[in-house]
């Protein structure tokens, strides 16, 4: 296939996945918005409503990335970054608009699944590009570093969501300690997918997530602190996931990727 028609296969997903996010957001499907079944199934570690504005930055840098691949496809780079990561970005796009659907009928389970693949097609994704970088090349490597890095901690907040759907006790354990388990593991996670992608601003939207997390928890309109120790763990997350954005910067050289030797293409 050639590369023009791959970009154009690309964009046009990207289009039809915004159009399905923008029926899911309004409640076209089963009358219930994304917003409407996470109230549904509310969690210590939802992100506050204002966080899921990183929505509209990730999409502005997809459609940048789609539209500069599709006029620049015979540009060494952005022709090697078609053949490289065009089937994982349809995939991607097709787990997008599944996830939208039966999260909407409130199929929570089978969402954590979705969302799961979803989460790691983008990895192997952001990795191929890691294959690829011969300069300081930018918009790919930030567009979907940052796609990736928040499709992790979505992750995490689905599984949440649905546990508490099935109406999990937590064996026992307060669901506070649960939070922060699920926190900690959460940045261990981005600390292997960062560190195996070598892509610096993948922990980026995970830090912002747990920054909507903090604001949940302390606010009026969330929690209103009544659980500081999961709130400080938080904190401590956002803090660690800065201190990974500067150590892979700087294993990076200050590139958002590494340059790869010619023979690595």
Not at 10 to 21: D, K
Not at 61 to 72: G, N, R
Not at 168 to 188: E, T
């Amino acid at each position: 296939m050639k590369r023009l028609t791959k970009a154009w296969i690309s964009l046009i997903l990207l289009i039809s996945t915004l159009v399905i996010n923008s029926l899911g957001a309004f409640g076209i499907f089963n009358g219930l918005s994304q917003k409407d079944i996470s109230n549904m199934n509310g969690t210590l570690i939802t992100p506050a409503p204002s966080t899921f504005s990183i929505w509209s930055v990730i999409y502005l840098l997809l459609i940048s990335a789609s539209i500069v691949m599709l006029v620049k496809n015979k540009d060494d780079y952005y022709g090697a970054a078609i053949d490289r990561i065009s089937y994982l970005f349809w995939l991607s796009s097709g787990l997008n608009m599944l996830w939208i659907v039966v999260f909407s009928y409130t199929l929570i389970g089978v969402s954590a699944l979705v969302i799961l693949a979803f989460a790691i097609t983008l990895s192997l994704l952001v990795r191929q590009l890691g294959k690829i970088q011969t300069g300081r090349q930018w918009l790919l490597p930030a567009a979907f570093g940052m796609y990736s890095g928040w499709l992790l901690i979505a992750t995490v907040v689905n599984v949440a969501s649905w546990l508490v759907s099935i109406g999990w006790q937590g064996l026992g354990i307060a669901p506070d300690v649960w939070g922060i388990i699920m926190l900690i593991v959460a940045v261990a996670v981005t600390a292997v997918v960062t560190l195996v992608t070598k892509n610096a601003i993948l922990p980026v939207p995970v830090a912002w997530g747990y920054f909507g997390i903090y604001q949940a928890l302390t606010t009026a309109a969330g929690y209103g602190g009544a659980y500081p120790a999961l709130a400080m763990t938080a904190l401590v997350g956002i803090g660690l996931l800065v201190v990974l954005v500067v150590i892979q910067l700087y294993r990076n050289h200050w590139q958002l990727l590494p340059v790869t030797p010619p023979d690595g293409i």
